[in-house]
């Protein structure tokens, strides 16, 4: 900061060029673009689809709107778009809109630049100072976002016509710099005519004063598809203004979802434990979301979000966690017991349709049944299990659940060769603790495949030959 131009005169003899807030983003982004490097970092899935998409609305120049359910990244994608501000940005000092120093629109500045000159005194601001949100409200007024008479500045004695009157909203105040309005619909429609003016013009308008301030920002919003129609949830003339629309969707494929939940998660440390989430386990997790989106029993209108899949592998964790102290065991990896866990965290999150009264519990327990028995499927473990299924011919037992500790699953896999062989085989690593988890998931799949019987009383079962 020390070697960065202080006055005006300085900032001219240093060559610095002003340049627009979307020419400052194209340009970064082409650089960024050139050399293969992503726009954004942990944003997962969209490779092929939503991100070409909104690069080609950055090349061009577009004020962007982005249409999904809950959970699909659009404010973590507005967010990190400052990412491809400038680090710093020159502006008149004191001013509080950014005024640029070579082209101040507040009134304030004009006379700062006139009155001094070349020796006007010059602030930076860092590219996060100059990114602000607004979540969209019915309660929203017109002076949060453009601006109001201060009257306190009238009560010193100036005179309302005085444009120093004024007190900036939101928009003003992030004058070259990136403005996201989230949940656009929800903006009472007096209010959306408010952006008009910002998005084509380019200027905001305040109590009907006869000021022109030719704003430079970009603007980005999110909205529900299901509020973004025909049915008056937005003024027509304002979805005309947004340059690009860009749909977002939920993970194609549970192999990305598995990677979001893992790097979202909160990981669970703790003196002396080790945890380890078995991949067919976060699948699970993963496959259970990807069924909710498909089921009828789920009220899709509200959507099924990717934060659904991240809590429930929190809980999952935590349930093993508990399980596993409880047992004085220091290695955490989740079993099928621990998926129980799961129906609290995810009745928090979606809304299910059902006629009759007290199904919930029912419908969340079909589903993750159904995840299971996809995994277990897509594994292809039904063939290789098959010596496990005649080593159950006679009167075996297998006694499995919350309470059965590790080394009780040791000495069951020392009598049991063949389900040692498969599960070793899905296992992620030799302990003791990650066999024990293969196992159960193992007999678990072989039960949901119709080849053995489960006796369940709580979180105790027993799985047994047909």
């Known amino acids: 900061m020390a070697e ?31 050399n293969g490097e992503p726009l954004f970092e942990g944003v997962l899935g969209y490779e092929d689809t939503v991100l070409p998409q909104l ?28 990412g491809l501000l400038d680090e710093w940005m020159p502006v008149v000092a004191g001013s509080e809109i950014n005024d640029d120093p070579y082209h101040p629109i507040s009134a304030a500045a004009k006379a700062l630049v006139a009155e001094q000159g070349d020796d ?28 109001e008479v201060d009257p306190i500045k009238v009560a010193e004695g100036r005179y309302l016509s005085d444009e120093l009157t004024l007190h900036y909203g ?11 309005l989230n949940e656009l619909p929800d903006l009472a429609e007096r209010i959306q005519v408010g952006l008009l003016n910002v998005l084509e013009e380019r200027d905001v308008q305040i109590r009907g004063y006869k000021i022109r301030l030719p704003l430079d920002v970009m603007l980005m919003a999110s909205a529900n598809p299901e509020d973004y129609t025909n049915r008056g949830r937005i003024i027509t003339p304002l979805k005309d203004r947004f340059g690009s629309q860009i749909r977002t969707h939920y993970p194609l494929e549970v192999s990305t979802e598995v990677d979001i939940a893992l790097q979202e998660m909160r990981p669970l440390e703790a003196a002396g434990v080790r945890v380890s989430v078995p991949r067919y386990m976060a699948e699970v997790v993963a496959t259970l979301s990807h069924l909710a989106r498909q089921s009828p029993h789920i009220n899709q209108r509200s959507g099924v979000s990717v934060r659904l899949t991240v809590a429930n592998m929190e809980v999952l ?49 079909h589903l993750l049944k159904s995840a299971v028995l996809t995994v277990f499927r897509d594994h292809d ?64 799949g072989l039960h949901l495949s119709k080849r053995l019987n489960k006796d369940a009383v709580g979180g105790r079962a027993q799985y047994r030959g047909r």
């Open 4 to 34: 960065r131009p202080t006055t005006l005169g300085q900032l001219r003899a240093s060559g610095w060029v002003s340049r627009s807030v979307k020419d400052e983003v194209r340009q970064n982004a082409v650089v960024k673009i050139r």
């Open 55 to 82: 690069e080609n609305a950055l090349l061009a120049g577009h004020d962007v709107i982005f249409l999904g359910e809950r959970g699909q990244a659009k404010t973590r994608m507005i967010r990190s778009l400052v």
């Open 120 to 147: 006007t005194p010059i602030d930076w601001v860092h590219r996060d100072a100059r990114y602000a949100e607004k979540l969209a409200t019915p309660d929203t007024s017109i002076a949060d976002l453009i601006g």
């Open 170 to 180: 939101l928009v003003p105040r992030t004058n070259r710099g990136i403005f996201a």
């Open 317 to 365: 964790v935590a349930n093993a966690a508990r399980r596993a102290l409880l047992n004085g065991e220091s290695d955490i990896v989740p079993r099928i017991c621990d998926l129980e866990a799961l129906a609290s965290s995810t009745m928090g999150k979606v809304e299910i349709e059902s006629i009759e009264e007290g199904r919930d519990g029912q419908i969340v327990e």
């Open 381 to 444: 473990l039904a063939d290789r299990a098959r010596p496990v299924l005649d080593a159950f011919e006679g009167s075996l037992i297998v006694q499995a659940g919350e309470d059965v500790a590790v080394a009780d699953y040791d000495q069951m896999l020392g009598d049991l060769p063949a389900l040692r062989e498969v599960a070793a085989s899905l296992a992620e690593g030799d302990s003791s603790a990650a066999l024990a988890s293969a196992s159960e998931f193992v007999l678990e």
